[in-house]
């Protein structure tokens, strides 16, 4: 993981987590943050041709909270933020500087930070 890419966890999306984290009883908790591509359904028209339905996310993060206990303390791909453990399985791309976790509509969500 690059160093200079940059975590930042509101404080919306710390309380969120504390909350969920307590309801699973997580002994480690923390979260995971990864890309999130498009998705796609081929359906057949009544001539039988394909039709692809594809959806792109808003956010092509993905954020899920789990269990941590698993890592190692000094595992290179997660990165303390608030105390709270945060598993970075990708490489960052040109341009992003890093990512922000904040809360919308109840949901851990993502930002890139550019």
Do not use: Y
Not at 74 to 101: A, S, T
Request: glycine share 8%; net charge negative; hydrophobic share 40%.
């Amino acid at each position: 993981m690059n160093r200079h890419f940059e975590v930042r966890i509101t404080a919306a999306a710390v309380e969120l987590l504390e909350k969920l984290s307590s309801e699973e009883l997580f002994e480690q908790p923390g979260m995971m943050v990864h890309r999130q591509g498009p998705t796609g359904e081929l359906t057949r028209a009544a001539n039988g041709s394909a039709v692809w339905n594809v959806e792109r996310p808003p956010d092509h993060w993905k954020v899920q909270i789990g269990e941590m206990v698993t890592f190692a303390q000094e595992d290179e791909d997660v990165v303390r933020v608030h105390d709270i453990r945060v598993w970075l399985p990708m490489i960052p791309r040109h341009g992003e500087k890093g990512l922000e976790v904040d809360v919308r509509d109840g949901e851990l969500v993502a930002r890139t930070l550019r």
